[in-house]
């Protein structure tokens, strides 16, 4: 925190939004620098994730809205209630001019999809049986298990038609080499446009400089009109912004969808008992957090958001129910004390930064109110409780339920994977609705709120619009260059 002092103290007055509306939109997301990452080597940041969707679209994209929209694929059709997605590929070129193929293109999807695959994807793609070239313009994906919706889970960055060798894709963007101080992405000429002039000059303002930085340099340099978007913004960075001039009409929350919440990591011990670990879930204040960051973040209990593809509603934690509850929280500490006389201690993983920091107030008050120690470790340290923070990347209450059992009981777990290997939707749906039910009752789980993202936009930015999916396209944030 000392390291961002000098920064936030330079975030004095700010004016009016003068950016000029002339030359290459330059986006500063938060992380580190970008690289053009293959998504089979794991994880990727923000602006990994972005320039990979720049450099070298999937299928389908999101558009600015988070609506799919033709990518590297002109046209599509989904048969067999979604066991069957044929794609018709686009004339397109890879970055070094030469044609794209189907051949290339089921190749390079394989490979995400392989067994040796380390895609964040990849566990819920499981129901794609084969995919095959069926003719050098058409591929076709193969399921074994109906999934109507995988169509958000291809416009996803991390299925990015990406070739290793030599590295590039099929746009929309060309990238230029990467450096400290970013990359530039020129817009990809379009064959089909080819006799257009404009196609062949394209005007300075349809290019994107792409920086990674550390939020308070990001929002410094947006402050100081240095660049005309900050994405990728978190609870994190989230009190950084008091300390800064912003107009109110530049900062942008997103309507994501997700879990933000606590797992129950270690389940040995005081977390062994459901019953304890209910202890942790209702002490919590859900609403007081809420409260100490953005206006409108709304607390929830519930794991799914709405019933999406379950066969019942959202299930109301145990603890809620009427009479379901004999012990309070600090009697239940007090009931573990008297058989184990040494302190209770409960290690909380959390991300760095200022947003993490008051997280941790309001948790480490709770647990302290009951007569627990806690202790804040690093988000991938051994922990008792661990933040998940995740934007959902399709509609399935399967994927809520996944990203909640981390661990989870028997029950839950088989209940999960049931879901995923059942033959029919309606089937799928059941089981989805009992691993629902058995994870309310197992407490695996502490729902807090929604995921929080944000971005600072300029005026001139008119096409950049807010999202469930809080996904906001470098081709998509000018009206007049889309």
């Known amino acids: 925190m000392r390291r961002l002092l000098p920064l936030i103290l330079l975030l004095a007055a700010g004016g009016c939004d003068s950016r000029s509306d002339a030359g290459a939109v330059v986006v500063s997301a938060i992380g580190g620098a970008p690289t053009l990452a293959d998504p089979a080597r794991g994880s990727l940041t923000t602006p990994d994730r972005l320039l990979l969707d720049s450099a070298a679209q999937g299928l389908v994209r999101f558009d600015a809205a988070g609506q799919i929209e033709p990518g590297l694929a002109e046209r599509w059709t989904v048969l067999d209630d979604g066991r069957s997605y044929i794609f018709r590929i686009r004339d397109a070129t890879w970055s070094d001019g030469e044609p794209v193929t189907a051949a290339e293109v089921v190749t390079i999807l394989k490979r995400q999809l392989s067994p040796a695959s380390r895609n964040p994807l990849r566990p819920f793609l499981t129901a794609i049986h084969e995919i095959v070239e069926m003719t050098p313009e058409v591929i076709e994906v193969r399921?074994?298990?109906?999934?109507?919706?995988?169509?958000?889970?291809?416009?996803?960055?991390?299925?990015?038609?990406?070739?290793?060798?030599?590295?590039?894709?099929?746009?929309?963007?060309?990238?230029?080499?990467?450096?400290?101080?970013?990359?530039?992405?020129?817009?990809?000429?379009?064959?089909?446009?080819?006799?257009?002039?404009?196609?062949?000059?394209?005007?300075?303002?349809?290019s994107v400089r792409l920086i990674g930085e550390r939020a308070a340099k990001a929002i410094l340099h947006f402050q100081h009109h240095d660049t005309s978007l900050v994405t990728g913004g978190t609870f994190t960075d989230w009190p950084l912004l008091a300390q800064a001039s912003i107009a109110p009409a530049a900062l942008r929350v997103d309507p994501a969808a997700g879990v933000f919440g606590l797992a129950i990591a270690d389940r040995t011990g005081f977390l062994a008992d459901p019953g304890n670990r209910a202890a942790i879930a209702q002490v919590i204040d859900r609403n007081a957090i809420v409260a100490a960051f953005a206006p409108g973040w709304a607390a929830t209990l519930s794991i799914l958001p709405e019933q999406l593809d379950s066969a019942a509603p959202p299930a109301v934690p145990t603890w809620q129910q009427a009479g379901a509850i004999n012990l309070s929280p600090a009697e239940r500490v007090q009931q573990w004390r008297q058989m184990h006389p040494l302190p209770l201690y409960l290690r909380v993983a959390l991300p760095a930064g200022p947003g993490a920091t008051i997280l941790y107030g309001h948790v480490a008050a709770a647990l302290v109110r009951i007569g627990i120690v806690p202790q804040r470790v690093a988000l991938n340290d051994p922990a008792d409780l661990r933040l998940v923070d995740a934007v959902a990347p399709y509609d399935s209450a399967r994927w809520y339920l996944a990203m909640a059992c981390q661990p989870c009981g028997d029950t839950a777990q088989a209940a999960i994977d049931a879901a995923r290997d059942a033959p029919t939707l309606a089937e799928r749906g059941r089981h989805i609705a009992d691993a629902d039910a058995a994870l309310a009752a197992d407490v695996a789980f502490v729902p807090i709120a929604r995921p929080l993202r944000w971005s600072l936009v300029s005026a001139r930015l008119k096409a950049w619009a807010g999202n469930p999916r809080a996904w906001h396209p470098l081709n998509r944030l000018r009206s007049d260059t889309n």
């Open 143 to 206: 399921l074994s298990r109906p999934r109507p919706d995988l169509l958000k889970l291809f416009a996803q960055p991390e299925l990015a038609i990406l070739r290793a060798r030599p590295p590039g894709g099929s746009g929309p963007f060309r990238a230029g080499t990467v450096r400290r101080d970013g990359v530039i992405l020129h817009p990809a000429l379009d064959p089909n446009r080819a006799e257009d002039d404009d196609a062949t000059a394209p005007p300075r303002q349809a």
